[in-house]
């Protein structure tokens, strides 16, 4: 009964060991981008669209689950300006940000779709204030070519 006592000693501080090492790695991750976003128009200030960004295989990708339409605008608009498989689809739904990867304290690398003018740009993207805020930057060429919104995040 001693012997069985002292392993079972044994096996608990073995995992107390792994889980002490464990946790700095865990918190060594930070804040992620994943969750829902919710993004404002640029010359109104008022709330456009909620986009939830999800990770798959180190990739991250961003899709309109709401619109927030103006009183005189279409409740269902439509991404009639884009081109391809998006050609008049449903701007809910769409996929407007793709194929970031993490790249130190950025994710870049990626696109994103205007789905007012049906324009797709080279995109990266930064959490910034502890994760509460995402700064999304679109741009042609380089990235001082572009512009830049400013994210809230919603869950």
């Known amino acids: 009964m001693r012997h069985?006592?002292?392993r079972a000693a044994r096996s608990f501080r073995a995992i107390a060991l792994l889980v002490a090492l464990a946790a700095p790695l865990a918190w060594a991750e930070g804040p992620s981008p994943t969750g829902l976003w919710r993004n404002l128009d640029d010359v109104s200030g008022m709330p456009r669209a909620l986009i939830r960004i999800t990770e798959s295989n180190g990739m991250l990708q961003g899709r309109i689950e709401k619109v927030f339409p103006a009183p005189s605008d279409d409740s269902n608009p439509k991404?009639?300006?884009?081109?391809?498989?998006?050609?008049n689809a449903p701007v809910v739904g769409l996929v407007i940000l793709s194929g970031l990867t993490k790249e130190g304290d950025e994710y870049v690398g990626g696109q994103i779709l205007d789905p007012d003018n049906g324009k797709v740009y080279r995109s990266k993207v930064r959490l910034t204030d502890n994760g509460k805020t995402l700064s999304v930057r679109g741009y042609i060429g380089v990235p001082t070519l572009g512009r830049s919104q400013t994210w809230m995040r919603q869950d």
């Open 4 to 6: 069985t006592a002292k």
């Open 79 to 87: 991404c009639d300006k884009c081109e391809g498989t998006n050609r």
